[in-house]
């Protein structure tokens, strides 16, 4: 069974979401963690980068939480939900803003920022679909 699939399963418990849009979303939160986890370790020892490793390092907690909130249908809140969709997709700007000045310099940074945009505009398309 793919991921598609466990999904549809998982519906019932999560009413008033449009499970496609949620899978892109994880999809979407998990490529964030990646590319932000990247990011940072591609500083490590690079001079005046704590901000943006330690901005990177928030937005890789940051995703994971959301995608294993996503992940996890039986607690389903659609109020904490929103609050936490809200906390992410901020830090996904704040960090794609803060990557984006570096990202002349560094290649892990232009991806991250690119990452965590396409993240950004996940969550607020599932945002606009939560009902």
Do not use: F, L, W, Y
């Not at 591609?42 to 907690?61: F, L, T, V």
Request: hydrophobic residues 50%.
């Amino acid at each position: 069974m793919d991921m598609t699939g466990m999904m549809e399963m998982r519906a019932e418990q999560m009413a008033g979401m449009d499970m496609m849009m949620v899978q892109k979303c994880i999809e979407a939160c998990s490529a964030a963690e990646q590319a932000a986890t990247m990011c940072c370790d591609s500083m490590m020892g690079m001079a005046d980068m704590g901000k943006c490793m330690s901005m990177c390092m928030n937005m890789a907690d940051v995703a994971n939480t959301m995608m294993r909130m996503m992940m996890r249908p039986m607690g389903m809140d659609m109020m904490s939900m929103s609050a936490m969709m809200d906390a992410c997709i901020a830090m996904g700007k704040a960090c794609a803003e803060e990557c984006m000045m570096h990202a002349d310099m560094n290649e892990a940074c232009a991806m991250c920022a690119q990452v965590c945009t396409n993240m950004v505009m996940a969550c607020e398309a599932m945002m606009g679909s939560m009902k």
